[in-house]
Antibody, heavy 117, light 108 residues
Framework: QVQLQESGPGLVKPSQTLSLTCTVSGGSISSGGYYWSWIRQHPGKGLEWIGYISYSGSTYYNPSLKSRVTISVDTSKNQFSLKLSSVTAADTAMFYC?????????WGQGTLVTVSS | EIVLTQSPGTLSLSPGERATLSCRASQSVRSSYLAWYQQKPGQAPRLLIYGASSRATGIPDRFSGSGSGTDFTLTISRLEPEDFAVYYCQQYGSSPVTFGQGTRLEIK
């Protein structure tokens, strides 16, 4: 069973860059056949797909966030990461990392990131 | 972008009853790449159905999915107390991946 765990600051100042890392255990990112995703959920709201990356580094981003998002992968550490630049209060959300294959099969527990000065 | 519209917004039913949740897409979902998720308060979503009708590992057979093209349905045949939650549909056949706004299933 693949497990995912998000880590990173819970508080980010406006205009700064939000950075999160997802550590994968119980399976290798390099094994192929999956995409590694970031999804967010604003408080009390629905789910928003941010983007995903393959083990080889191919990325796909939500056009609504594309200008501010970078997803990268470090196969040596079995991790992938999210950077979201120029954040505002509207970016306050629960951020989930996940594994995608036939649907979003496995999810991390989520990490709440608050944007505030 | 494919917009998914779920109905109803809230569904009030009693344990033992049958629940029918709808997800309508603004354009055809490629290869029925449609999934359903359950989310309980304070938890991450859990995959229930993928490929419109295939149950994910460990999902009880009271959950079933159907549909194709633009109209999809999640059916829970006999509601158990633990089934009361929010349900989301998702299409993953076209980029960007999109989710419906959710249906809240509450105890009547």
């Amino acid at each position: 069973q693949v497990q995912l765990q998000e880590s990173g600051p819970g508080l980010v100042k406006p205009s700064q860059t939000l950075s999160l890392t997802c550590t994968v255990s119980g399976g290798s990112i390099s094994s192929g056949g999956y995409y590694w995703s970031w999804i967010r959920q604003h408080p009390g709201k629905g789910l928003e797909w941010i983007g995903y990356i393959s083990y080889s580094g191919s990325t796909y981003y939500n056009p609504s966030l594309k200008s501010r998002v970078t997803i990268s992968v470090d196969t040596s550490k079995n991790q992938f990461s999210l950077k979201l630049s120029s954040v505002t209060a509207a970016d306050t959300a629960m951020f989930y990392c996940a594994r995608d294959g036939t649907g979003t099969m496995d999810w991390g527990q989520g990490t709440l990131v608050t944007v505030s000065s | 972008e494919i917009v998914l519209t779920q109905s109803p917004g809230t569904l009030s039913l009693s344990p033992g009853e049958r629940a029918t949740l709808s997800c309508r897409a603004s354009q055809s979902v490629r290869s029925s790449y449609l999934a359903w998720y359950q989310q309980k308060p304070g938890q991450a979503p859990r995959l229930l159905i993928y490929g419109a009708s295939s149950r994910a590992t460990g999902i009880p057979d009271r959950f079933s999915g159907s549909g194709s093209g633009t109209d999809f349905t999640l059916t829970i045949s006999r509601l158990e107390p633990e089934d009361f939650a929010v349900y989301y549909c998702q299409q993953y056949g076209s980029s960007p991946v999109t989710f419906g706004q959710g249906t809240r299933l509450e105890i009547k």
